[in-house]
Every structure is written in structure tokens, then in C-alpha cells.
């Protein structure tokens, strides 16, 4: 089902047709190192993530992560959505891309198409982002959007610091 189209690209709901795909980025290791190991490690695993994350996020809350795709040829490229976590009072726009499509401006590219979609379609007067502090590239995607670092977080009690971003939308 697609939720959004950019000049460039298709976001769609994941299914569990994608796990092949999703077992790859999860895996990656920009994935693992700034994002977090999610303990998937074979199809059933990635299928299992799909079902209990993504799907039913958009079943509680309409949105979710959502596989990004290229338009025309339907190469898979990265995920890209909106995130309601336990721990924050805000959504927040989250993306993750294999390194071969970095630097080509895909992450603003459906972030922004994302952001826009919660706004108008979810009623959103706020928007969040987090990161580890020293991802650049996440930083800067999220500055381009707007949003500007208020404090560090723990999503976790054992959690990491993480960055916080956010802005009125």
C-alpha cells in the first residue's frame, strides 16, 4: 500500500515480502552502530520485526516505519516514517538507508514527504527526531528539516544518551 510519492521515490507499508530486504538494513553495520542492534538475524526474524513493529504501529496509530523505494524500478533503498515510542511525548521522524544510497538525498527527500504526511494527515503540531550525538549525517538531515537539538535523552532506563530534535510543525 503506498502512503507517499516524492519526485523520486515510493514509501510504502512493509509486508512480510520485505524481510529479505529488512534483514539486510538491520544488519548493516551504519545500521548497527547508529541505530541499534533489533536481534534479527535470519528471514523469520526480519518477519517477526515486520509484524510487531512497523504493522502494528500502523494498526495502533495509523503510521509507522515505511520501506522507501525507487521509483520505476522498486529498489528497495532504505525505511523512513514515523515513530510513537513509549518514551517520548512526541512523534518522531526516523530513517535508515543501506550506505550505497547515501549522499544522494533520499533521507530529506521522504523525510520531508513524511513530516508533511504526519501534518496533514495525522494532525501533528510537532515533530521530533533523535540520533546518537555523533551522527553527523542524521544530524544534518534533521537540522534540514528544521528541527534543532534541545537535550539529550535516555529512551531506556540502561538506554544510551540520545540526542533530541524537534520543532513545531
Not at 97 to 106: E, M, T
Not at 126 to 153: H, Q, Y
Request: glycine share 10%.
Amino acid at each position: 500500500m503506498i502512503v507517499v510519492e516524492t519526485e523520486r521515490l515510493v514509501l510504502r507499508r512493509l509486508t512480510a515480502a520485505d524481510a529479505e530486504f529488512i534483514l539486510e538494513l538491520l544488519n548493516d553495520p551504519s545500521f548497527l552502530r547508529f541505530i541499534g542492534d533489533r536481534g534479527v538475524r535470519n528471514v523469520e526474524d526480519a518477519r517477526r520485526y515486520i509484524e510487531t513493529g512497523p504493522v502494528a504501529m500502523y494498526a495502533e496509530h495509523g503510521f509507522g516505519m515505511f520501506l522507501v523505494q525507487l521509483k520505476g524500478d522498486s529498489v528497495p533503498i532504505g525505511i523512513c516514517g514515523l515513530m510513537k515510542r513509549a518514551s517520548l511525548p512526541d512523534v518522531d521522524v526516523g530513517f535508515a538507508f543501506l550506505p550505497r544510497f547515501w549522499s544522494q538525498g533520499y533521507a530529506i527527500e521522504s523525510a520531508t514527504a513524511v513530516v508533511a504526511l504526519g501534518q496533514r494527515e495525522f494532525g501533528l503540531k510537532r515533530i521530533a527526531g533523535i540520533t546518537k550525538p555523533g551522527n553527523r549525517s542524521s544530524i544534518k538531515v534533521l537540522e534540514r528539516l528544521g528541527l534543532k537539538f534541545e537535550k539529550l535523552v535516555k529512551l531506556s532506563a540502561e538506554g544510551e544518551d540520545t540526542a533530541l530534535y524537534a520543532r513545531a510543525l
